[in-house]
């Protein structure tokens, strides 16, 4: 009997080595994290005919935060058109400038140039996991006599789109 039984415990050993040998690792679903949909609106001043942009102080970049928008970098005369955002995605991404709003705005991957003449502006790019700035470029506004324009943009990762800021263009004034 001693012997069926190590018997027995023999062949459920070498069972669950051939079960666990067998097994494929599994690899953890990556889960995209999203910031939320900032907003930040441009408009002119009505006494100095000068655009400005801006936004809750909430949707601001601070280090604390990691996330947010910050006055653009870039030398330029009429930096009042370029707004610059700070991403921290976990995932390679995809960013884009939906619908409609393609007309009004551009964006572009800050890549430690000062220099707009250095960039590429388009309505859609995409960027490695880790922390990215993305800028957007007023190219048209909506004339006095027409409403504000919302423009949407989305990140897309791991498959998932979502919208991450809306940037408002008010009317001219004059």
């Known amino acids: ?21 067998c097994a494929k690792p599994k690899e953890p ?7 939320y949909n900032k907003y930040a609106t441009y408009s002119q001043d009505e006494d100095s005919g000068e655009w400005k942009w801006s936004y809750d102080s909430a949707d601001g970049y601070t280090n604390a935060k990691g996330v ?26 995809t960013l884009e ?7 009004y705005v551009e964006t572009y991957l800050w890549d430690g140039h000062f220099k707009v003449e250095e960039y590429t502006f388009s309505s859609a790019l995409s960027g490695m996991r880790g ?5 957007f470029r007023v190219i048209k506004t909506p004339e006095s006599y027409e409403e504000a ?25 004059w």
Do not use: C, H
């Open 68 to 93: 947010g928008f910050q006055a653009s970098l870039l030398d330029n005369k009429s930096m009042a058109t370029f707004l610059e955002y700070r991403i921290d995605p976990n995932a390679d991404w």
């Open 97 to 103: 400038v939906k619908g409609e709003g393609k007309e």
């Open 131 to 135: 922390m990215n700035v993305v800028g």
């Open 149 to 173: 324009v919302e423009v949407e943009i989305a990140l897309t990762m791991v498959g998932e789109t979502m919208v991450i800021a809306t940037l408002v263009l008010e009317p001219a004034v």
């Open 1 to 21: 009997m001693k012997k069926f039984i190590s018997m027995l415990s023999l062949a459920a050993i070498v069972a669950s080595a051939l079960f666990v040998s």
């Open 29 to 35: 679903t990556l889960v995209p994290a999203f910031p």
